[in-house]
């Protein structure tokens, strides 16, 4: 069995989460759409597979709870968060559409969605943000390795370069508690 290098391991994460330091100017831009689209009444939409679902279901929890401080309830939803709902899509519809068939449902003009993947190539995801093209919402895309093949089809997108699908969705859920800082920042108590 081999042994684990957890001090190994530590320095690696630590690496990536200090390479986001050269996405400040991204990061500033999607902390603004954001802010921007809940201020106009508008709500955000999140989603992700795997790991990456679970990063688009606490981002939507703490919108709609509160990340560090009490304030007026923000309008959020995970779509993968509804297990029936993605499983009945996937079985009628084919699992590319489990996200793209609730932002047709949902998503209107000025909403945002937000899209989490570690590889860049879920076609569903690809397909909930042409489905958010047509409607006029903005797209923010929280992406790893290269970016893959949805790379491009966002307003604001953050690409995290690592190799190991844990240190990207390690970084993930530091940018999205940065971005969870700036919208609680805008809304006061």
């Known amino acids: ?16 989460i200090a390479s986001l330091e050269t996405h400040i100017d991204r990061l500033e831009k999607m902390a603004a759409v954001l802010v921007g689209a809940l201020k106009g009444g508008a709500k955000v939409l999140t989603a ?8 688009a279901m606490h981002m939507a929890e703490e919108l709609i709870g509160r990340f560090r401080h009490n304030r007026v309830p923000l309008p ?32 209107r003009e000025g909403d945002v969605l937000v899209v989490f993947s570690t590889s860049g190539q879920s076609a569903n995801l690809k397909a909930a943000m042409e489905c958010a093209r047509r409607r006029k919402m903005r797209v923010l895309c929280l992406l790893g390795k290269d970016g893959g093949a949805i790379r491009g089809m966002g307003d604001v997108e953050l690409v995290v ?19 969870l800082d700036a919208v609680e920042k805008a809304f006061p108590a």
């Open 161 to 179: 370069g690592a190799a190991q699908t844990e240190r990207i969705q390690e970084a993930h859920q530091v940018v999205m508690h940065m971005l």
């Open 48 to 55: 992700g597979n795997g790991g990456s679902a679970a990063e």
């Open 76 to 107: 959020a939803l995970a779509l993968c968060a509804d297990g029936t709902g993605v499983t009945c899509i996937a079985n009628d519809f084919g699992y590319e559409q489990v996200f793209g068939r609730q932002v047709e449902a949902l998503g």
């Open 1 to 16: 069995m081999e042994r684990t290098s957890f001090g190994g391991q530590i320095r690696e994460s630590a690496l990536v």
